[in-house]
């Protein structure tokens, strides 16, 4: 299908408190080839003048797929990039431009590598410069940017702690080219990519805020859930050092490309009543009252006409109240979501109740990205459907190797040569030391021989069986699937292929599940958990339209991973845990020794989705895990 070029239509005024324009695309791949044709547009109109073209560059995984727009420009409509200059905005330092994480590197095999453009026209900051130089360097990539001309058009993507470039907070609107420590936040984002945090590095070389601004147009690009909350602060919030990406509120063309799951924290979005007539579908209502309570502090069974009325919500009143009727509706609608039954309870009435009560038992599959996807976010849950007599399978779609650090690795490989040596196990000790030969040899950067990849997996399916094994779940109703995808490639440049979505399609069609837990719907499109999610939609797509009958009786529930958790108005099912169960499902976590990330670790996040329940004035649990119902 032909990716539509023009945002989805904005209605009048609800754009309002928007200080950036910000065009909302039903995708991505709509924006990028939107902002593609114009960047067609601008070189043509400059080329006809004789001109040409500055284009200010970002790396990261957002502009992914406009350069491949760019590319298939080149080739299939042989559009010619000769008299383009680039300015990439950064590069990390101490990372030479060979070093696989280095952004000349990305901008080679990413876009450079596949046009026309000549290599001496292309600038990516150089992160090798000694220290006591770059000052000196930085001025003159400043110098060379004024004497290309200054930059016509500068492209860029957003940090969650809202950097551009890498404008972390406090850096000031008069900041120029220069060295800069990385957030804590910007290292984490990218541990995956340089195999553990701890290598990622700690300084960056950035082009400052002022020479972003003096470019003369500049497009910002955000896709995916986890940047809503940042591109709704830059472009709704108050100019501020702490959010870089709101000093673009100054410029006179500046604008922001998102889709829609990055639009969503916009006020239009969020909470459309206060900006425009809403038409109350049965979810507004929900969120409507939900926003209210949460506003106001107050359980949703005291507010009062006074509160809807003054906060913007006469006209739902109107319609859905008095406000008295309308509490007890949605408190009750609250309260049907809780359920300790998530696989539907045997013999019970289930008209209020998230689950069919039949078939019992139901064959149960849990997808996982990857290991520890699942125990994170649903471990009680497993738990659960386990105890309560359900048939559940959990696969994993890929086998995080890519995760796992050298140093795990090595421990396996140590400890196998040992057993070996004294054993006297003459091929053993020759594959441990081609283990250890071959780490050695790659080092802290180089990339993961077959070999390690392959010990690498193993380390991860022992701990996901042992992470399983705590929520009752057995050995053999653990599918590691490795996806061909993923085995052959790295992270934010990830391709799901049709063999991928052949073997998720052959692993549904096998289990033939009644239901599905799932995630990634609202990821990042570039992350792993998105590209999990595409591979199971085309494959379900592929099964529906072979008129499979397991589908029809068949629930899909979405779990989130790291991005926000669901809001209460979003949840269709939440499953309550006790202080016994969360503490078992952060002991199946800390199964995971091979990659920890501290801050899933310790159940807050599901201890916090109890509290917004009990705030609204529903059962007080420890903990919940939320899940909401996609149709298929
Ligand atoms: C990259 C850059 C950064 C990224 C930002 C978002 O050159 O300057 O500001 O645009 O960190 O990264 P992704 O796109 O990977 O989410």
């Not at 100054?250 to 969503?264: E, M, N, S």
């Amino acid at each position: 299908m032909a990716a539509k070029t023009k945002p989805l239509p904005t209605l009048p005024g609800e754009d309002r408190l928007e200080k950036i324009p910000a065009h909302i695309y039903e995708s991505p791949g709509d924006a990028c080839a939107a902002l593609a044709a114009e960047v067609k547009t601008l070189i043509e109109k400059r080329r006809a003048k004789g001109k040409a073209t500055v284009l200010g560059l970002a790396t990261g995984s957002t502009p992914v797929p406009f350069y491949r727009e760019l590319i298939r420009l080149h080739n299939e409509e042989g559009f010619s990039f000769a008299d383009v200059i680039t300015f990439n905005l950064d590069e990390y330092f101490g990372v030479d431009r060979d070093h696989r994480e280095s952004y000349a590197r990305f901008m080679r095999e990413q876009l450079f590598d596949h046009i026309d453009i000549d290599p001496a026209n292309t600038h990516v900051p150089d992160g090798t410069v000694p220290s006591e130089e770059v000052f000196s360097y930085c001025s003159g990539y400043e110098k060379a940017i004024k004497e290309a001309g200054g930059i016509d058009l500068q492209i860029l993507g957003i940090g969650r702690t809202g950097h551009i470039g890498f404008n972390e907070p406090g850096s000031s609107r008069d900041s120029r080219t220069r060295l800069i420590t990385l957030d804590r936040i910007t290292r984490l984002d990218a541990a995956a990519d340089f195999l553990g945090e701890e290598n990622v590095p700690r300084f960056a070389i950035t082009m400052g805020v002022g020479t972003i601004l003096e470019a003369r147009e500049i497009a910002l690009m955000a896709w995916g859930q986890n940047k809503a909350s940042v591109v709704a602060e830059a472009v709704e919030g108050p100019v501020s050092d702490q959010v870089s990406a709101s000093f673009l509120q100054d410029h006179p063309k500046a604008r922001f490309l998102i889709d829609a799951a990055a639009a969503g924290a916009l006020t239009r979005r969020r909470v459309p009543w206060l900006v425009r007539p809403v038409s109350w579908k049965a979810r507004d209502v929900r969120r409507a009252v939900v926003w209210v309570a949460q506003k106001l502090e107050k359980p949703v069974l005291k507010l009062v006409e006074r509160d809807f009325n003054e906060n913007g919500l006469g006209d739902l009143l109107t319609q859905h109240g008095p406000a008295y009727d309308l509490n007890i509706r949605i408190f009750n609608e609250l309260q049907h979501t809780i359920s300790g039954w998530p696989g539907g309870k045997p013999n019970a009435d289930h008209t209020n109740r998230p689950e069919r009560a039949l078939p019992y038992p139901k064959t149960t599959l849990v997808l996982s990205p990857e290991p520890q996807d699942d125990v994170i976010s649903m471990g009680g849950t497993m738990e659960r459907l386990h105890e309560q007599g359900h048939n559940v399978t959990v696969a994993y779609l890929t086998s995080g190797n890519l995760r796992v650090a050298d140093a795990e690795a090595e421990k396996f490989a140590r400890v196998l040569l040992a057993t070996a040596q004294r054993e006297k196990w003459k091929k053993q000790v020759e594959y441990a030391e081609g283990i250890l030969a071959q780490l050695a040899e790659k080092g802290p950067f180089g990339q993961d021989t077959d070999d390690i990849r392959r010990i690498k997996s193993l380390i991860r399916r022992g701990e996901a069986r042992d992470a399983c094994a705590v929520c009752g779940i057995a050995h053999e109703k653990i599918r590691f699937l490795d996806l061909p995808f993923y085995e052959q490639g790295r992270y934010r440049q990830f391709t799901v292929q049709d063999e991928d979505i052949a073997a998720v399609r052959k692993l549904l069609a096998a289990v033939k599940p009644h239901q599905i837990y799932a995630t990634g719907n609202a990821a990042d499109p570039s992350s792993l958990p998105a590209k999990c999610f595409y591979a199971l939609s085309q494959a379900i797509a592929q099964e529906k339209a072979a008129g499979a009958a397991w589908l029809e009786s068949c629930y899909l529930w979405l779990y989130r991973g790291t991005e926000d958790e669901y809001s209460p108005h979003e949840i269709d099912m939440a499953v309550p845990m006790s202080p016994d169960q969360l503490a078992r499902k952060v002991s199946a976590i800390h199964k995971y020794q091979s990659h920890r990330s501290e801050e899933q670790h310790t159940g807050e996040r599901n201890r916090l989705a109890a509290q917004r329940y009990d705030d609204l004035g529903l059962a007080e649990y420890e903990a919940i895990e939320p899940f909401q119902r996609w149709r298929i």
